[in-house]
């Protein structure tokens, strides 16, 4: 009985963290084009929290009358002479109110309103992503200890906070950036000499190996998460042999070729335990493209101490947010990219129960955590809605540009078809996600 709470319990924190995650976006989405649309004088009649049956509603000064609806599954923004919520169509309008309309509004303005919905996304993306830039500072260059993390007995950690690292095992460490070149030149092992700078002091202490195989993240559905690993876990030893650092588990994993292997971790307050999984080969991009790997979804790479950091100033902070924005977009074209020309599989699209695990996922890691999921998603849903498929914002774009090139707008028969074939399009994406999530492995 307590298994089935359990269950539902977290069926429930799942679907209200994805909930959340998608009415904070699709309102971003859907303000942007209202607001955008109102400044280009274009009424909207109706904004709308959700679908379905009015929970509450009220009409502002404007005339457009604001609702929450009782399936809270996004939203919408429905302005004059819209046929539906979709914006998939229009009624007639009467001619002295054609200009207040989506249909009859000036060009300029059309194309303004529906690309206000994307742009709205990236922005949010880049403010939040500018938000924890400023809010958990930024490391600092030199490589300066700041907050420890609790490591396994056994290892020794003499380093404290505020020590500014100098050498390691007598190569020099001049920034954070050389520190992943000195490793590679040393071999793994438990205990390693730190040369800091405390108190204005030179001194040398024992610390641990500074790429240990410690759990930093993992990836949803992966078997990692599937096993019940979780972020801070330190493994001590795979198939009965002990690991020092995280390219020794990496290397293990790949000669394994996806049979199961035993892993003793350590986690703090609870001690030891033993989890069997097995690596599922997967697609893994890189400088080249991409490439297959046995992978068991455990991100690593860290060290057992967070680094110092120093303010970040607003232009800075949203330097940073415009990139990891970018970043997000760029990946999403590469991926989209692979998977037509057939360099990656089917498998790597995900579709509804992946996004919610992973969005219930970084709502149980915390709120930073979530914040920051909300933020690529945001990012995400922005690129796709820029994807020139009729039904989708990009689709009324690539029509807007055949409207200003050839100085007439589609056909209402080639509308009405390509919007047909778009509709298809994504409805067909969105049943292979949902396959995908369920028969993938």
Known sequence: MSLVLDMMGGFLWTAAAFIVALSVIVTVHEYGHYIVGRLCGIKAECFSLGFGPRLMARRDRHGTLW???????????????????????????????????????????????????????????????????????????????????????????????????????????????????????????????????????????????????????????????????????????????PVSRFDELRQHVAEAEGRPVLLRVWREGEGEADYTLAAREQDLPTDEGYTRRWLIG???????????????????????????????????????????????????????????????????????????????????IGFLNLLPVPVLDGGHLMFYLYEAVAGRRPSDRVMDILSALGLAAVLSLMVLGLTNDLFCP
Do not use: K
């Open 67 to 241: 609702q929450v609806a009782a399936i809270p599954l996004g939203g919408y923004v429905r302005f004059l002479g819209d046929a539906d919520a979709a914006s998939a169509g229009s009624v007639p309008v009467e001619p002295a109110r054609a200009r207040q309309s989506l249909t009859g509004a000036p060009l300029w303005a059309r194309f303004a309103t529906v690309a206000a919905g994307p742009v709205f996304n990236f922005a949010l993306s880049i403010l939040v992503f500018a938000g924890m830039a400023i809010w958990q500072g930024l490391p600092v260059d030199e490589v300066e200890v700041g907050r420890l993390h609790p490591t396994p007995p056994g290892v020794e950690m003499q380093l404290q906070p505020g020590d500014r690292v100098l050498a390691l095992d007598g190569r020099p460490v001049a920034s954070w950036r050389d520190l992943p070149e000195v490793a590679a030149e040393l071999p793994a092992r438990p205990s390693h000499d730190w040369t800091v700078l405390r108190d204005g002091a030179e001194i040398t202490v024992p610390g641990p190996d500074p790429m240990p195989p410690l759990v930093i993240g993992l990836a949803p559905r992966s078997p990692a998460a599937a096993a019940g690993l979780q972020p801070g876990d330190v493994i001590l030893a795979i198939d009965g042999e």
């Open 298 to 380: 455990v991100t690593g790479g860290g060290t057992y101490f967070e680094p110092a950091t120093r303010p970040a100033g607003i232009p800075e902070a949203l330097g940073i947010g415009a990139t990891r924005t970018w970043d997000i977009i760029a990946s999403s074209v590469s991926g989209l990219w692979a998977m037509i020309t057939g360099q990656i599989g089917s498998c790597n699209l995900g579709g509804a129960i992946s996004i919610a695990e992973t969005t219930g996922q970084a709502a149980s890691a915390g709120g930073g955590n979530f914040i920051w999921w909300i933020a690529v998603l945001s990012a995400a």
